[in-house]
């Protein structure tokens, strides 16, 4: 009888000896004690808005990353690497708002930039606007005869200038600089310009106050054009979840409830 | 009661600020009072040492709550935590004790149709507010991976024990439409899983919070700028807060909080991020460190679908009202009358 009890006695303190070790490793704390901080991070996505782990003073880092995605967590200088967004929106009365953007020209992985190839002698200017085979840049668009975005209805040189690849072209033949893509988007997709103007669609870092200086983020730092239909947005892997209960080894309690529970 | 302390801090070589060394002059030469020299020498007596961290600590027993302070006690206080949390975590610290500002309510908006639940605005809140790492783990921010459910016509009535009941979109034996439960664990190896969305909760700063109605000893109260703020030296832990508040919003320190150096933000206000202590009640302050200065909270900036957005709710230009003029927005629990100022809203 007492055999039995103290073995019982002793099963439990096993168990409660145990108990830390059932934590699964994929907490938090795990990846604080564990892995380093990444000096290469990204913003939105991964590929769409990197940015490089810095100091922009002593003491102070220009971003803090996550230890297990490399997503940027916080930002020391909202305003690192910045430059005016130039031309405001129409009909927003930001006038007196300093906004400003991350240059999307340091981010494309061909801008060297375009017109050193694209400059009419190297590689001859587009004689018309039809679909065609590429000779490059599948990996952006793997199968131009069958672009993605408009169904059909456009096609690349209905955005990108023929005659100066530097730069978008609107519907009108007016000039557009690379790293104010919302006013071409914007031309098309109204709706969603009106909201990301008024800040509801998209995102801004800096200040909230009227007035105060704020880094918008623009359309292709989260949307890739050329992939709209398949690989909307690709998913991606989420931050550690929280520690289980002390005395939890797994997260079955949670899954009691609601409708896969079978009540 | 602040002539002593200064003098025995005074004896610690830590840096000192310009103006906190001229202060510390002119109260050296203005003498002690005899009760304060008394309580002094209880303190380091009772406390069984004479470290200036032990008497920093007496220090904070004796202050008042933080609304009863005078300007001057409240830039006292300040000054004494500033000048310990450096030591503490060898980094120059500051404590801001801005209060709010003029014409400024703050209001919260979240997109629940663009959170993916990928948490990042978990650690973001984390790394800001210096919430404790490890034992007791303490996050203000969970992320609910909820069921999305729809509505049968079949499914409404079916098993249902009174046909006359109330309940929409399900049962009491089968759910039917959104189940009201979520798991907060879920650890996929992408998000978003097919099938499910997300829903983050955090402090809603209710205009009629429950939290303050409850709390005993009045360390938890709504400033102006609609933020529910803790005096955590006045927090007795007893934890009434916790039971009620309805929506989770608040964490309790059962342990002594481990919040290692290299960690911690030293950009701090005394009613939000400061380090906290053992058997304290805390949460999301709207990072009131940041917002008061003009900045927007950590978690606004990390999400990296921009499904958060926060602003002024009496300025009709601001994100936040455009929202509410344009789009489908609820707020959760809404029947209990807590007026909450964080709003869920919709495509």
Same mark, same amino acid.
Do not use: R, T, W
């Given at each position: 009888m007492r055999k039995t009890a103290l073995a019982m006695l002793a099963s439990f303190t096993a168990v409660l000896l145990l108990a830390p070790a059932l934590h699964a490793e994929d907490t938090y704390i795990h990846y604080l004690k564990n892995k380093q901080e990444p000096a290469d991070c990204f913003e939105s996505r991964d590929g769409y808005s990197n940015a490089t782990r810095t100091e922009v003073e002593p003491g102070l880092p220009n971003v803090k990353c996550s230890n297990k995605t490399g997503g940027v967590l916080w930002w020391g200088d909202p305003f690192d690497g910045t430059e005016p967004m130039g031309e405001m929106p129409v009909e927003a009365d930001y006038t007196r708002e300093e906004a400003v953007v991350k240059p999307r020209t340091g981010q494309l992985k061909y801008y060297m930039p375009c017109t050193a190839c694209h400059n009419g002698s190297m590689v001859p200017y587009p004689k018309n606007k039809n679909p065609r085979p590429l000779a490059m840049h599948q990996d952006i668009v793997p199968d131009s005869m069958n672009l993605q975005h408009g169904q059909g209805a456009i096609w690349c040189l209905d955005c990108h200038n023929a005659r100066n690849r530097d730069t978008f072209i609107d519907h009108k033949g007016g000039e557009i600089g690379l790293n104010q893509p919302q006013r071409l988007c914007g031309k098309c997709h109204g709706e969603v310009y009106s909201d990301w103007r008024d800040g509801i669609h998209g995102k801004r870092i800096g200040s909230w106050e009227k007035g105060g200086k704020k880094r918008w983020w623009v359309c292709t730092e989260c949307h890739n054009p050329h992939t709209v239909q398949e690989r909307r947005f690709d998913p991606i892997a989420p931050e550690p979840r929280p520690q289980y209960p002390r005395t939890r080894a797994n997260a079955d309690h949670e899954r009691g409830h609601g409708a896969g529970a079978g009540h | 009661m602040s002539e002593p302390r200064d003098k025995d801090e005074k004896k610690k070589d830590a840096p000192l600020k310009p103006d906190e060394a001229s202060r510390r002059e002119f109260l050296g030469g203005a003498g002690l009072s005899v009760t304060a020299a008394a309580l002094s020498g209880a303190g380091a007596l009772l406390s069984g040492s004479d470290e200036a961290e032990a008497k920093a600590t007496w220090g904070e027993w004796f202050q008042k709550n933080y609304r009863l302070m005078t300007e001057d006690e409240k830039r006292e206080a300040v000054l004494r935590l500033e000048k310990r949390y450096t030591e503490e975590f060898g980094k120059q610290t500051t404590v801001d004790s801005a209060p709010a500002k003029e014409g400024v309510l703050f209001g919260y908006a979240l997109n629940i149709q663009k959170c993916i639940g990928c948490r990042r605005c978990v650690y973001a809140c984390v790394k800001e507010n210096n919430q404790s790492r490890d034992n007791p783990e303490i996050q203000w921010i969970r992320v609910l991976?909820? $069921?999305?459910?729809?509505? #049968? +016509?079949?499914?409404?009535?079916? *098993? !249902? /024990?009174?046909? +006359?009941?109330?309940? @929409? *979109?399900?049962? +009491?034996?089968?759910?039917?439409? @959104? @189940? #009201? $439960? *979520? $798991?907060?664990? !879920?650890? /996929? +190896? $992408?998000?978003?899983?097919? *099938? !499910? %969305?997300? %829903? /983050?909760?955090?402090?809603m700063q209710c205009e009629k919070p429950p939290c303050v109605k409850v709390c005993p000893v009045r360390t938890t109260y709504r400033d102006p700028d609609g933020i529910v703020v803790i005096d955590y030296n006045w927090c007795i832990g007893c934890r009434m807060c916790i039971a009620a508040c309805p929506y989770w919003a608040r964490r309790f320190n059962w342990g002594e909080p481990n919040l290692p150096a290299e960690e911690m933000n030293p950009v701090t206000h005394y009613l939000g991020n400061r380090p906290r202590m053992k058997g304290v009640a805390e949460k999301c302050t709207f990072c009131l460190q940041r917002t008061r200065q003009g900045r927007y909270t950590a978690c606004v900036e990390v999400c990296p679908v921009g499904a958060r957005k926060f602003g002024n709710l009496l300025d009709p230009d601001s994100e936040v009202r455009k929202i509410l003029e344009k789009k489908k927005v609820f707020r959760l629990k809404a029947e209990l009358n807590t007026y909450p100022k964080f709003f869920y809203f919709m495509d």
């Open positions: - | 991976k909820m $069921e999305k459910g729809n509505f #049968l +016509a079949g499914d409404m009535d079916k *098993g !249902y /024990p009174d046909p +006359a009941g109330i309940q @929409v *979109g399900g049962n +009491a034996y089968k759910n039917s439409g @959104v @189940v #009201l $439960e *979520g $798991e907060h664990y !879920y650890e /996929p +190896a $992408e998000v978003p899983e097919k *099938g !499910y %969305f997300y %829903f /983050p909760m955090q402090c």
